[in-house]
Each structure stands twice: as structure tokens, then as C-alpha cells.
């Protein structure tokens, strides 16, 4: 697409002159020399022009829009990637709202600041070199004029963009605060509406697009000035170009010349207009680029593991394990010693152990074995693949219900494997009643489901994964006894001969088994 838009923008440039030229031709055909022999050939040549220009734009413009869409849509793909490889640290140091305009808004802006740079240099820098070989071509004196115009009206653009770059810097992610504010209002409406926030949350989203519309307001007219200065400029240096080649005309009588001189520097307007424009708001571009970039080198999660321990026993052990800043319920001196037989259960108050468990965290001292190997000496994906956790969360994703149980590792697993886990979960009854039964969508994060029957799809997921080391974290309340009796069958019957760790209740409707 490159080698096709590159010549076409070329041909664009390069022809730029050929209205002058023919208007030349033709006015001095009509008016100096009536016998002119090329004048018949003007209409036809006046078509060609611009049926070749039509054609050359056509193919250029779309060649450096795939190449632009093509560019944005790679450099998203590596940037998703490149987040889902972070460890959970760099999760927790940024906000979801500045990834979200980082893989989305930034890489547009920074692939756009590149081919606006490329379409700035080549065609319009050839399209000033192509006017000005016909200016001089004409009128030597007119061409140097011209040609001293446009380091004139950079340096006014230069000069008038400086101080307002720590704006510009400023106001580049300004959408990103009212995101934020909008996605966080959704997230805790319930909290909003209970305990009556509604006139808090208006009144910062007011102040927060007051603020972006000052800042837009700003450079609109920082922008606005600036253009009105270069037109002022410019209009000036006209004046300047066009009173010799007036003279010119007058002495030698050439109307064709000064028409056509004059038409080429009004088309030199316009390219150095886009060059010096491209120059104000490259700033934007520029901090969109190394925000992709700086995420893009950001040090992925390390494994330096070479043991693929495959199918576990699940033997846990602790060796003075320390959870001293874990998280925030940790309290200094937590040290766990302990070992937890295949099968076998240990109930802890501190969520960090669950971090630790899966290499998501490091302890800040001991250390945690599998089967008898340092966690530290497995693969992550063989480690990972041998624990299932059931979070609070509940994740699911907008996906089918099948695809929810069978996600990641298990997405090979078949029909029938499929139906045994939501058998074991008890959760046939409600997803047969479902309008597509196993190919519904659940909605984001599981919307259309209740908490309960996300939690018997989690619980599908688990035993679909068949792990050997279970983790549980504290989750719904059953609406009633019936519901909190198959959860607790269903969970119970999933922990049987695993290795499981309990961050709290995961019921309320009942006392969770023993598992210390």
C-alpha cells in the first residue's frame, strides 16, 4: 500500500503547478497570440489534469488510510498483549480508565502524528518545491520573495507555539478524567443512589468538563490567533510578491504570466498552512507516542522458572512464609509455617496468601512449595494451570456461557465435558431456562445473570479445570435456603480431594465447612 501511495502523493504533488501553467497558456493563447497552436489542446489537457489528479488522490488517500488503520490496529493488538503479559503491581499503580486511553485514544493519536508528518514533508514539501520551480520559472524575484515568505511564517508559529506546549501537555488526555468519573458513577451507582451522592457526582462531573472546556477553549484561541497572525503575514508578503510581477506585466504585457504567478502563489499558501499546523499540534502526537511506547517497554511478568511440574498432587507447603505488607490486612510478624496434605484445607483471614500461591506477589520471606518444588523453580503456566480460584469478583466475561466454561486452558473442551461441569455445579436447572441455554451471553461482567448463578458458573469453570489446589474467597449470599443448599453441595463436592485455601465465607446462608 506503501508503494502505491507514496507515487500517487508524488504525482499529486509535482502537478500542483500544471493550473497555473495551463492557465498561462491559455490566457496568453486568447489574448497575446490568438494563432497559439496549443490552445485547442487546453479543454482536453484541463481534463486529463484533473481526471490524473482525481485518480492520483483516490489512490493515495486510501493507500495511507489502510496503512494508517493497519498501523493503529498492529500497534493496539502488541499493546493489549503486552498488558496482559504486566505483572498485577503495574495493574494496581494505574487506573483501568488511563489503560483503556492508552490502547485506544493514544496509539490513533500517535500512528496519526506519523502520517501527518509523512503526508507534511513529502507531498506538501514537493508540492512547495514544484510552485516555487514554476514562480521561478516566471519571475526569479517573485520566487525568492515567496521563498522567504514561508521561514517568516514558521518562525511565527514556532514562536507562538512555545509557550503553550505545557498546555498542550496538560490537555492531551482530556477526556480521561471524565471517563473516569462517568465508569466509576456506573460501577458504584448502588452506593450513589443509597447513600444519596447524586448532587456530589454532578457537581464533579460539572467541574470536570467545565475544566476541558476551558482548556479546548484556550487553544482554540491560542490556535485562532496565531492563524489570524500567518494570514496577516502572509497577506503582506503578497503584497510584497505581487507589485514587481504587476510591473513585470506592465512592461512586457504578458497577462497569462501574472495570472499564473499569482494562482501559484495562492496554492503555496495552503501546503505551508498544513506544514506549520502539523508543527503546533505535533506535541499531542508526541505524548501519546511515549505514553504507547513507555508501555510498551514496560518489563513483562518474569519467569524465570524451568520445572513444568504437570498434573500436581497438590502437597502445599509453607516455610516461614512472611505476608509483612502483602496487603492491607496484614499485620507485621504474619508468618505462616504449615503443611497442607493433598486434599487437606487451611482457613485464612488475609487474602496476600492467595497472591502468594499463584506468584502473583513474592513473600517477603520463606518460601512456598509444590509437591516438594520452590514455587519460584515452576513455570508459571504449569503452576497456574493446577489452581482454580473462586474470587469475590465473580469474573465473567461478555461471552457465551459455554465460553465462560471454558475458558483459557479448558477452551478445547468439548460438548459433553462442558454439560458434566455445569451438572457438577448444579447449574443445569437456570441455564437450560436461558433464552440460547449454554450459547447465551451473559452480559458483561455477567450481568444478566444473578450473583448466584455467576457464582455455579465459576464453579463449572473449576471443575472443567479439575485443579489440584483450590482457592476461595469470600462471595454471595444466597437469596435463599434452596439456592444456598446447592452451592454449598456444589462447592463442597469441588473441594473434595483438593488442596484448598479459604479466604473467609464464600456462603452466608450457612457456616462454610471446616476447613482448618
Known amino acids: 500500500m506503501i508503494a502505491v501511495g507514496v507515487p500517487s502523493m508524488v504525482l499529486m504533488a509535482v502537478t500542483e503547478p500544471a493550473l497555473p501553467i495551463l492557465l498561462k497558456l491559455m490566457l496568453d493563447g486568447t489574448f497575446v497570440k490568438p494563432e497559439h497552436e496549443l490552445l485547442p489542446l487546453v479543454p482536453l489537457a484541463v481534463m486529463v489534469f484533473f481526471a490524473m489528479r482525481g485518480g492520483a488522490s483516490y489512490c493515495s488517500r486510501y493507500a495511507f488510510h489502510w496503512v494508517n488503520g493497519r498501523l493503529v490496529a498492529d500497534l493496539r493488538i502488541a499493546l493489549f498483549e503486552r498488558l496482559l503479559m504486566l505483572p498485577t503491581r503495574y495493574y494496581a499503580d494505574h487506573s483501568s480508565e488511563d489503560l483503556v486511553a492508552n490502547v485506544i485514544s493514544d496509539t490513533s493519536r500517535a500512528v496519526d502524528t506519523v502520517t501527518t508528518a509523512v503526508t507534511a514533508l513529502a507531498r506538501d514539501g514537493l508540492t512547495i518545491i514544484a510552485l516555487l520551480a514554476w514562480m521561478l520559472y516566471l519571475d526569479w524575484r517573485s520566487a525568492l520573495l515567496a521563498l522567504s515568505m514561508i521561514p517568516v511564517i514558521m518562525l511565527i508559529a514556532r514562536s507562538g507555539s512555545e509557550p503553550h506546549q505545557t498546555s498542550d501537555l496538560d490537555a492531551s488526555p482530556l477526556g480521561n478524567g471524565m471517563i473516569r468519573l462517568v465508569q466509576e458513577s ?41 492563524t489570524a497572525l500567518m494570514h496577516l503575514t502572509i ?82 507447603t509453607f516455610e516461614q512464609v512472611g505476608l509483612c505488607g502483602q496487603s492491607p490486612s496484614s499485620s507485621v510478624g504474619d508468618e505462616i509455617t504449615r503443611v497442607l496434605q493433598p486434599g487437606e484445607g487451611m482457613r485464612r483471614a488475609d487474602p496476600a496468601i492467595a497472591d502468594l500461591g499463584t506468584r502473583f506477589s513474592k513473600p517477603s520471606h520463606g518460601r512456598v512449595l509444590l509437591d516438594g518444588h520452590d514455587l519460584a523453580t515452576l513455570t508459571l503456566v504449569s503452576l497456574r494451570a493446577n489452581i482454580a480460584w473462586i474470587s469475590r469478583e465473580l469474573t465473567l466475561f461478555n461471552d457465551t456461557v459455554a465460553a465462560n466454561i471454558a475458558y483459557g486452558g479448558t477452551g478445547h473442551a468439548t460438548e459433553a465435558e462442558i454439560i458434566s461441569a455445569m451438572h457438577a455445579s448444579h447449574a443445569a436447572e437456570f441455564i437450560r431456562e436461558l433464552p440460547q441455554g449454554l450459547q447465551t451471553v451473559v452480559g458483561e461482567g455477567g450481568v444478566d445473570l444473578s450473583e448466584e448463578q455467576r457464582l455455579h458458573i465459576v464453579i463449572a469453570r473449576a471443575f472443567l479445570k479439575d485443579p489440584s489446589i483450590l482457592i476461595l474467597e469470600e462471595g454471595v449470599t444466597a437469596s435463599d435456603q434452596k439456592s444456598g443448599r446447592q452451592l454449598q453441595v456444589a462447592l463442597e463436592s469441588l473441594m473434595q480431594g483438593r488442596t484448598h485455601i479459604m479466604i473467609r465465607a464464600i456462603l452466608g446462608t450457612k457456616d462454610s465447612p471446616n476447613q482448618d
Open 186 to 226: 456506573i460501577r458504584n451507582h448502588k452506593v450513589i443512589k443509597l447513600d444519596g451522592g447524586q448532587q456530589y457526582q454532578r457537581q464533579r462531573f460539572k467541574i470536570e468538563s467545565e475544566r476541558v472546556q476551558r482548556i479546548n477553549l484556550k487553544q482554540a484561541a491560542d490556535k485562532s490567533f496565531r
Open 235 to 316: 497577506g503582506v508578503m503578497l503584497a510584497i510578491v505581487i507589485s514587481p510581477a504587476a510591473e513585470q506585466t506592465a512592461t512586457d504585457g504578458g497577462i497569462g504570466s501574472f495570472v499564473s504567478l499569482s494562482l501559484a502563489m495562492l496554492l503555496l499558501i495552503l501546503p505551508v498552512r498544513r506544514m506549520t499546523f502539523f508543527y503546533l499540534s505535533r506535541q499531542q502526537g508526541l505524548q501519546a507516542a511515549t505514553s504507547v511506547f513507555e508501555t510498551l517497554e514496560e518489563v513483562p511478568e518474569m519467569d524465570f522458572g524451568t520445572v513444568e511440574v504437570g498434573r500436581a498432587r497438590g502437597e502445599l
